[in-house]
């Protein structure tokens, strides 16, 4: 029987302790409602007292100044504003993206600021954070905290036009900056007695470095046989190491390997010739050249491709490869971004160039 009694006095004393504890969580939550978040932290210990101590009024704030906790969680204060003194109790406006900035770490106090993200150059120029600037009337930028992010004023452009268009090829128009797309007339390329004379083109006139491919066509207006000429390149006179020298150290090429008929770039080029650069980059082939003497690569499968030169003096009809001079590099690799406008390239030709596709190495013979 007593040890009946003795269980329920167990019982009830767990209750009523455990009740005692929950009204005074209740009762420390109501001075300090955020008290758990904060008490655990040895940064705020340092200068907080809990249970929070409030008065029974919110402070009277400046007009446009807003309410907001204080460091510790606890108390209606009002937000510092720029320039105002700041510590871990007295918090900064974050609503205006202010931000209390210490002169070093052992600053007791600091002072609100704004923080600003970082400026953007490019090409010289200085840009502030979120500036919008233009590279040129085709192309629209904004400076986004040290790096900026472009766009096209002129999409029309990346849309080349289908179906019946023949030879689609942007022109430039008399008094707008926007480019826009002239297709060939399928009834005026060639009469309707016209009989199609076009010779295959002939080989590249450089084994390395800048050369000149030539043929026979009639496929103009007056049907009339003229001479085309293309600019190509098999190989460059000075070849870049088949693996780019920042993977040397991991990529070890195997003897007997070296001699490789056809590589592509690993690192985007531009197309050059005198004074004019192509406006895209490209990842041109080139056929093999570091193979022994009696093995000679060549191209077995090329293709004819049109590409936009953007140059710094006019360059027009027969004499707009008089710049190529033969032996020249026709690829040049991208160190910097390419600004038509910047760099004074402002006059665009479109050049046929052999595109190769495939190469093939043969012994010579004996």
Same mark, same amino acid.
């Given at each position: 029987?007593?040890?009946?009694?003795?269980?329920?006095?167990?019982? *009830?004393?767990?209750?009523?302790?455990?009740?005692?504890?929950?009204?005074?969580?209740?009762?420390?939550?109501?001075?300090?409602?955020?008290?758990?978040?904060?008490?655990? $932290?040895?940064?705020?210990?340092?200068?907080?007292?809990?249970?929070?101590?409030?008065?029974?009024?919110?402070?009277?704030?400046?007009?446009?100044?807003?309410?907001?906790?204080?460091?510790?969680?606890?108390?209606?204060?009002?937000?510092?504003?720029?320039?105002?003194?700041?510590?871990?109790?007295?918090?900064?406006?974050?609503?205006?993206?202010?931000?209390?900035?210490?002169?070093?770490?052992?600053?007791?106090?600091?002072?609100?600021?704004?923080?600003?993200?970082?400026?953007?150059?490019?090409?010289?120029?200085?840009?502030?954070?979120?500036?919008?600037?233009?590279?040129?009337?085709?192309?629209?930028?904004?400076?986004?905290?040290?790096?900026?992010?472009?766009?096209?004023?002129?999409?029309?452009?990346?849309?080349?036009?289908?179906?019946?268009?023949?030879?689609?090829?942007?022109?430039?128009?008399?008094?707008?900056?926007?480019?826009?797309?002239?297709?060939?007339?399928?009834?005026?390329?060639?009469?309707?007695?016209?009989?199609?004379?076009?010779?295959?083109?002939?080989?590249?006139?450089?084994?390395?470095?800048?050369?000149?491919?030539?043929?026979?066509?009639?496929?103009?207006?007056?049907?009339?046989?003229?001479?085309?000429?293309?600019?190509?390149?098999?190989?460059?006179?000075? $070849?870049?190491?088949?693996?780019?020298?920042?993977?040397?150290?991991?990529?070890?090429?195997? /003897?007997?390997?070296?001699?490789?008929?056809?590589?592509? $770039?690993?690192?985007?080029?531009?197309?050059?010739?005198?004074?004019?650069?192509?406006?895209?980059?490209?990842?041109?082939?080139?056929?093999?050249?570091?193979?022994?003497?009696?093995?000679?690569?060549?191209?077995?499968?090329?293709?004819?491709? /049109?590409?936009?030169?953007?140059?710094?003096?006019?360059?027009?009809?027969?004499?707009?490869?008089?710049?190529?001079?033969?032996?020249?590099?026709? *690829?040049?690799?991208?160190?910097?971004?390419?600004?038509?406008?910047?760099?004074?390239?402002?006059?665009?030709?479109?050049?046929?160039?052999?595109?190769?596709?495939?190469?093939?190495?043969?012994?010579?013979?004996?």
């Amino acid at each position: 029987m007593g040890q009946r009694k003795t269980g329920e006095m167990i019982v *009830w004393i767990t209750v009523i302790i455990a009740t005692i504890g929950w009204h005074v969580e209740c009762y420390i939550e109501d001075l300090c409602p955020n008290c758990n978040l904060y008490q655990d $932290s040895a940064e705020v210990r340092s200068h907080c007292a809990y249970p929070c101590q409030c008065t029974n009024r919110d402070p009277v704030c400046e007009p446009g100044v807003p309410h907001t906790r204080d460091g510790c969680g606890c108390c209606p204060v009002c937000a510092r504003q720029e320039g105002d003194p700041c510590d871990g109790i007295a918090v900064c406006d974050q609503r205006k993206g202010l931000v209390c900035q210490y002169d070093d770490y052992y600053s007791p106090a600091g002072i609100c600021r704004v923080v600003k993200g970082l400026p953007c150059t490019v090409y010289n120029k200085t840009y502030d954070n979120g500036e919008t600037f233009r590279l040129d009337c085709r192309t629209q930028c904004t400076c986004q905290n040290g790096t900026y992010a472009c766009a096209s004023l002129c999409p029309q452009e990346n849309i080349s036009p289908q179906g019946l268009c023949r030879h689609p090829r942007l022109v430039e128009v008399p008094g707008q900056c926007c480019r826009e797309w002239m297709c060939d007339n399928v009834n005026m390329e060639r009469p309707p007695n016209c009989e199609a004379l076009v010779t295959p083109w002939s080989e590249c006139s450089s084994q390395c470095g800048l050369g000149l491919s030539r043929r026979m066509s009639n496929a103009n207006e007056a049907c009339k046989p003229n001479n085309e000429t293309r600019l190509c390149q098999i190989r460059p006179c000075h $070849s870049p190491p088949l693996v780019n020298a920042k993977y040397a150290r991991h990529h070890h090429i195997r /003897k007997g390997h070296e001699c490789k008929a056809t590589i592509k $770039s690993m690192a985007p080029m531009r197309l050059k010739f005198g004074d004019c650069r192509s406006r895209k980059t490209f990842h041109p082939k080139r056929c093999g050249g570091a193979c022994p003497a009696h093995v000679e690569c060549a191209p077995e499968l090329s293709t004819t491709v /049109k590409v936009e030169f953007l140059c710094r003096s006019p360059v027009e009809g027969h004499d707009r490869l008089d710049g190529a001079v033969p032996g020249d590099d026709l *690829w040049e690799p991208v160190h910097r971004p390419f600004s038509a406008t910047a760099d004074d390239y402002v006059h665009s030709v479109y050049v046929d160039v052999e595109w190769i596709v495939k190469c093939t190495c043969r012994r010579h013979a004996d």
